[in-house]
Every structure is written in C-alpha cells, then in structure tokens.
C-alpha cells in the first residue's frame, strides 16, 4: 500500500512541479524515448539475469504493492503453532510428528494455521529440520548447522532480485543518455531547418535523459531497496522459527523455547509476552477441548 502512494507522491510532485513552472505536458509525450529506454533496460535484463532469478523477481514484484505478510498477527499464528508441535513432541515423542512433517497440509496441527501454511518457505525449513529430528539427528549442534545452512542460501536466494534490479535501476541514466544521443542525431539533421523545429527536437532529446533519471532513481531503485527489506522480513520469520527449534532440542520446555523465538522478531512485529502466553493459552484449551 505505501509503495502505491509513493508511487503517487514522485509522479504527483514530478509532474507538479513541472505544472508549477508551465511547462507544456505534452512534450513529455514522447513514445519513442520510452521504447528506447525501456527496451533496452528489459533486453540488458533478458542479458544479464538467468531464467530462474527472472521467475523469482516476477514472483516478488506483486508483494511490492502489498501489505507484508509479516506482521503481528502472523508471528503470534506462528509462534502458538510451534508451542502446539514442541508439546506434542514433549507429550507424545518426536515420532508423534512424522505424520504432521511428511504431510503438513493435512496435519493436525498445521491445518489449524493456514496463513503459515501458505508461506512454503516456513513450510518446508520447519518440516524439514522436524524430520531430521524424527529421524533421529536430536544433537543440537547438528540441528543448528543444518538449519543455518538453509538460512544462508535462503538469505543469498532473497537478495537476488533486489541486486538484479538495483543494476537495473544504476544502467536507465545511461540509457537516458543514450535516448537524449539519438535524438541529438535527429536535431543535427535538421539543423537547416526552422528555429521551431530545432527546439522540438532538442526538447524531445533532453525528454529520454529526464525519463531515465526518473525510472532509475523515482521508481526502480525504490522498488529494489523494498525487495530488500522483503527478504529481510522473510528471513527473520524464519531466524525466528530457528530459534524456538534450537531452544526446544537444548532441552527447553515448550513455552520458553516459544519465548526464545519472540526474541528474535524485531521490535515493531513482536507480540508482547502477555500476547504470546494468550495465545498459548488458547492453543492449549483448544488442544484440551
């Protein structure tokens, strides 16, 4: 939603100002700019960018416009979810959970958290490191670097399209540069013409600089940074769910493995501990009932 009205913000004041100034809008008019910029920032991005990190960026993209999928609320989902599997571990054995880790979608458990089980990122580092547990790797050592190893290449997988888009973002001045080139080309071969014409020319020109500087700095290079600050949101929902599993192998009762894993949530997304212990509690009187 922020990114819709900052969106708004650059292109109302750009644009403003430009009014405030009268400046003739239709000059700005100027298709042919757009497809050289345009174009060529696509075709350096085809170039530059394997297949399977152009999937990941046309996946993410949307979430720009949208609200984060982590906010209070989904910690809390996700932090009742790990106290309901940590007491049954604890109750009824590891083994207890094999059916929920080898088939979350129609697990106890799981099921009751649909929000959670949407993000498959969470799905599958939570599941995966339950099985090893169920099959017998309880060393917490073991755990911890497993779990950190998927940390690493999820955390170097997120920051692909955010990189990719950020060099993007740095080509479009040149590109600008290359558009305000060719139009110069144009205005050199009418330069016997009328003063008029001249100056259309060279207005147009200076129209595919403007355009690149804009979409690099207003628009693409903002939307890199908040793909960014995406994937930071998605690894720390999952340092979190590290850190209840590693303190619940160590040896920790379910509620305070689950507090150790609200530490680790940032300031601004973290439930109090009044919430959590709640929200525990309703878990529980459901699990009782």
Same mark, same amino acid.
């Given at each position: ?19 405030? !100034?009268?400046?003739?809008?239709? @000059?700005?008019?100027?298709?042919? =700019?757009?497809?050289? @910029? ?53 109750? =009824?054995?590891? @083994? ?20 959670? +089980? ?25 755990? =911890? ?20 888009? !950020? %060099?993007?973002?740095?080509? +479009? ?24 014409? @001249? ?14 500087? +804009? ?26 769910? %590290? ?37 525990? %509690? ?8």
């Amino acid at each position: 939603m922020f990114a819709i009205i900052g969106v708004l913000v650059v292109t109302g004041c750009v644009l403003g100002g430009y009014a405030m !100034a009268h400046g003739p809008f239709a @000059i700005l008019f100027q298709p042919a =700019e757009v497809v050289i @910029i345009g174009g060529a920032s696509l075709g350096g991005l085809l170039i530059g960018t394997p297949l399977p990190v152009l999937k990941i960026i046309a996946s993410k993209l949307p979430g720009v416009f949208g609200s984060s999928p982590y906010n209070k609320q989904a910690y809390l989902s996700m932090l009742s979810m790990l106290y309901e599997i940590f007491g049954k571990a604890r109750k =009824e054995g590891l @083994i207890a959970l094999e059916q929920e880790v080898n088939n979350p979608e129609q697990g106890e458990i799981f099921k009751k958290y649909p929000q959670f +089980l949407k993000n498959h990122h969470a799905v599958d580092f939570l599941c995966d490191t339950l099985k090893l547990m169920v099959n017998g790797v309880t060393d917490t050592f073991e755990i =911890e670097k497993a779990m950190d190893a998927e940390l690493e290449t999820h955390h170097q997988e997120g920051a692909l399209p955010s990189g990719v888009l !950020a %060099k993007v973002g740095d080509g +479009l001045p040149g590109l600008g540069i290359v558009a305000a080139v060719l139009g110069i080309v144009i205005t050199m071969q009418s330069i016997d013409g009328p003063v008029e014409e @001249i100056g259309h020319h060279v207005a147009a020109a200076l129209v595919g600089t403007f355009l690149g500087i +804009l979409m690099s700095y207003g628009y693409v290079q903002p939307i890199s940074s908040q793909l960014e600050h995406m994937a930071h949101e998605e690894s720390k929902f999952l340092e979190s769910i %590290k850190a209840g599993v590693i303190s619940f192998t160590g040896g920790a009762n379910p509620v305070v493995a689950v507090e150790f894993a609200r530490k680790v949530i940032y300031s601004f997304n973290r439930p109090s501990n009044a919430e959590m212990e709640e929200a525990c %509690k309703q878990a529980k009187n459901a699990i009782a009932a």
